[in-house]
């Protein structure tokens, strides 16, 4: 028997919060979008808005994060039909991880084929520099080390199979494609490539933590993105995420520097609207279906 919390929404419960969004618009999204700390402004790129906030929204969990404001914002991106979570849910907010991954869930079921995430995030790459945009090529999921994996729990075919390859879990096609744009743009000078690794928060790393996250071969670190890239490979959904490195993590015992949070949404702040541009622009190059142009 699974414990009562490992149990999740059932297919229904998703299919009614679906449903009752669906009702409400007529807006039928196939590309979700999901904002990171501080990267909020990507919503209000969205013209002819349908918003709904998070309370509103059944079986949906509360924003508690400052720099996620906690609305679902429908709209359309150069005339493409798209959703955005303005606002994500993180494993350290006390949400069972199969809560904080559901939004990947009603995606899938309001007919999203493609999402695309950003966060903010360390960067551990001794290449990187604040304000750096990292394409995400591959994840490590420490928490799942442990056995704290979204999927854990019975498995409803009905969203996907039991033990979902995770290889391909980040598009290559979608990875060249943020990468040939970025190009671009000119945005040459501060785009990079590399593998995220997420923590459970809230604590940042110490200096030992970050050393070894280091040698294990991660770039940037951060406490999101991948479960909710775990839920939506599962459901068949493509993905691509972008890492803004918002802080330089401290890997030297002489270092003044300290991580906070009020930093993280400065520097976010810095890079949201070259951010933004990224992030259209892949938008309006996904053909509804879902090849590139
Ligand atoms: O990953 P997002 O939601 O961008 O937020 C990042 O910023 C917060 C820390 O400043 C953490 O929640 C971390 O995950
Ligand atoms: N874990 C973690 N998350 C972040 N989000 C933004 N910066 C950081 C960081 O340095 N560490």
Redesign the pocket.
Known sequence: MFPETNKGFSYEDCKATSDWLLAQTDIRPNVGIVC??G?GGLADMLKDQVVFNYKDIPNFPQST?HG?AGRLVFGTLKGRPCVCMQG?F?LYEGYPIQKITLPMRIFKMLGVETVILT???GGLNQDFKVGDIMVIKDHINMPGFAGNNPLVGPNDERFGVRFPCMSDAYDRELQQLAVDIGQELGYGDFLKEGVYCVLG?PSFETIAECRILHKLGADAV????VHEVIVARHCGMRVVALSLITNLVVMDYDSQEKAN?ED?LQASKLRAGQLERLVSTVVTRIEPNNNYI
């Open positions: 990171g700390s990267l994060v996620h994500r993180h966060n903010a995030a928060g951060g406490m999101s993105t949070h993280v």
